[in-house]
């Protein structure tokens, strides 16, 4: 059987857990959080039962002070340490202290095993990083040669940009709106639209930047912005980053329309199975490829081997 590496896949630190005011996880099943909440025995199963050979598992969205970012980060590597071969690990990073994210970092990828990048939100606390002051984040990255995923993060609330998904209708759905059912989509795509228009792409112009979710809507806008980009006045185009500096996963998105898209617009060695687990589960993701292969769109051989886990392995220099 080809191996599978997914790259999007969450869990919740035993410290953050004790030490937060607030529960992102509330209103999620309780499957959900009971497989958030677990790095062993259930987990291990349902790599399993969607045949996940390695999965690289991140913290789940929400800004952590540094000492909190530490020690989830130091949870993790324990059990990389129990399950090498399985587990893989993205730094969690203190990004509203953007020197010491850039130590955590290093920390992180010198000191312990496993660790292949980091992920962040793509804001934090309402900041986004086109600030040059969180820049020194990238650049510890393009030092290591280790990816950034940019993942979705919940609207600020002291900025007022969660207020502009509240309408005439019960606030659970303005909530829906303003994370998975829209708005953290759009948000994680403007993230990368502003770090190209400030000139993050042309000072590291080696920096490896990870998205999810089929390219969080960009490929469907990809032209447009592009010729707009076009005026941005940055040493290098956009079309040009975008195939050279963007990975994008399948994270949580299991449907042929978009994957038709990405591919349209992203070379075959840029795009990555993922899952999103485990708001996603394994299975699901695993009747998706069968899906994907009816369909031809990726066809078996060589870009359904880069798909599966080629591409994975060299960006993130890890073997199965």
């Known amino acids: 059987m080809t191996p599978i590496i997914t790259l999007e896949e969450h869990y919740v630190s035993a410290a953050i857990r004790n030490a937060s005011e607030i529960d992102h996880y509330a209103r999620f099943p309780s499957q959900i959080v009971s497989k958030l909440n677990t790095l062993a025995t259930e987990r291990l199963q349902d790599l399993d039962n969607g045949h996940v050979s390695l999965q690289v598992i991140s913290h789940g969205p929400g800004a952590q002070p540094p000492h909190l970012c530490q020690a989830a980060n130091d949870e993790l590597a324990s059990a990389i340490s129990a399950n090498p071969t399985r587990f893989a690990g993205f730094a969690l990073l203190p990004m509203a202290e953007p020197a010491l994210a850039a130590r955590e970092l290093e920390r992180c990828i010198t000191q312990h095993q496993g660790f292949v990048g980091a992920l962040i939100d793509n804001h934090t606390n309402g900041q986004f990083y086109d600030d040059r002051k969180f820049w020194p984040v990238f650049e510890k990255a393009q030092e290591l040669d280790v990816p950034i995923y940019i993942h979705p993060s919940y609207p600020d609330e002291d900025t007022g940009a969660a207020a502009h998904y ?49 390219g969080e809507m960009l490929p469907f806008q990809l032209e447009r912005v592009i010729a707009i980009a076009s005026r941005f006045g940055r040493e290098r185009g956009l079309r040009d980053v975008w195939t050279q500096n963007i990975w994008v996963t399948t994270s949580g998105m299991f449907a042929l329309a978009p994957l038709a898209c990405l591919l349209q617009t992203m070379p075959i060695e840029r795009v990555l199975y993922s899952v999103d687990y485990p708001f996603s589960a394994n299975e699901k993701g695993y009747a998706f490829l069968e899906e994907i292969k009816k369909s031809g769109l990726i066809k078996e051989g060589e870009g359904w081997e880069k798909f599966l886990y080629k591409n994975a392995q060299e960006l993130l220099k890890v073997k199965v």
């Open 166 to 214: 509240r309408g005439n209708y019960d606030v659970r759905i303005a909530d829906a709106l303003g994370a998975y059912g829209w708005g953290w989509h759009s948000d994680t795509a403007l993230s990368i639209l502003r770090l190209y228009a400030a000139g993050l792409f042309d000072t590291y112009p080696n920096i490896k930047i990870i998205i999810g979710h089929m």
